[in-house]
């Protein structure tokens, strides 16, 4: 757990926010297949690929991150409840907590 706090400042800076709000517009719109390398800086395509390779070989990490996916989609559910036009569900999305659960997600394969 500790790895994965150490990481999430880099992770919140490794993301385009324009890119980031686009991306999951899209996504929520029904477009899968969108969450590419693109969406992130060049420091961050690099953070992710750190991120990857720590998911597929630690099984503490690999916990933690699951952990951290299930936390934040449990949230997004809780919000989107009461969310008709999906704007807090963007807002949480596209927060740095959110660019640290989008990091993740794709990292452990979410979004393929």
Known sequence: MESLNSLSVDIARAIDHDASVDLWRRYQRGERDVFTRRLYTLKGQQTFDEIK????????????????????????????????????????????????YTMLAHAAGRFS
């Not at 390779?53 to 989107?80: M, N, Q, W």
């Not at 963007?90 to 907590?97: A, H, I």
């Open 53 to 100: 390779r720590k998911y597929d070989r630690e099984p503490e990490f690999h916990t933690a991150v699951d952990r951290y996916i299930a936390d934040f989609e449990k949230l997004l559910g809780d919000v989107a409840r009461n969310d008709r036009d999906k704007v807090m569900t963007q807002t949480y999305l596209t927060s740095d907590t959110g660019k640290v």
